[in-house]
């Protein structure tokens, strides 16, 4: 139900703006979050929105060069990307949540919602 677009190559330090968009129009999750998963490790935590408010939480990796965030009205969901490292390198994929995942925002277990991802790599 969810579509991320956007990736591409970018140098190191360079910047990247990542798009989802639901396929349907009765979209009104309670949160949104962004993961990612490079080859041979696991899928891990980015970012989290809370739909209603905005707020947002980071992974300690991104904080301070990621921000990401959402037009309800739009239903549109970014995750802008600066300062990009090598290390950002991997498949980002956007999920939405039905219930509120509380201090689990974190936890892929939480989103009920995924999309096909879109690859981002940089290079050094």
């Known amino acids: 139900q969810l579509q991320a677009s956007g990736g591409g190559l970018v140098q190191s330090g360079g910047s990247l703006r990542l798009t989802c968009t639901p396929n349907?129009?009765?979209?009104?999750?309670?949160?949104v979050a962004w993961f990612r998963q490079a080859p041979g490790k696991e899928r891990e935590f980015v970012a989290a929105?809370?739909?209603?408010?905005?707020?947002?939480a980071y992974a300690d990796s991104v904080s301070g060069r990621f921000t990401a965030s959402r037009d309800e009205f739009k239903k549109r969901i970014w995750l802008q990307m600066n300062s990009v490292k090598p290390e950002d390198t991997a498949v980002y994929y956007c999920?939405?949540?039905?219930?509120?995942?509380?201090?689990?925002?974190?936890?892929?277990?939480?989103?009920?919602?995924w999309g096909r991802g879109t690859l981002v790599t940089v290079s050094s």
């Open positions: 929105v809370a739909w209603r408010d905005g707020n947002a």
């Open positions: 349907t129009d009765a979209f009104s999750p309670i949160g």
């Open positions: 999920s939405a949540a039905r219930f509120d995942p509380g201090t689990r925002y974190a936890s892929p277990l939480e989103y009920d919602y």
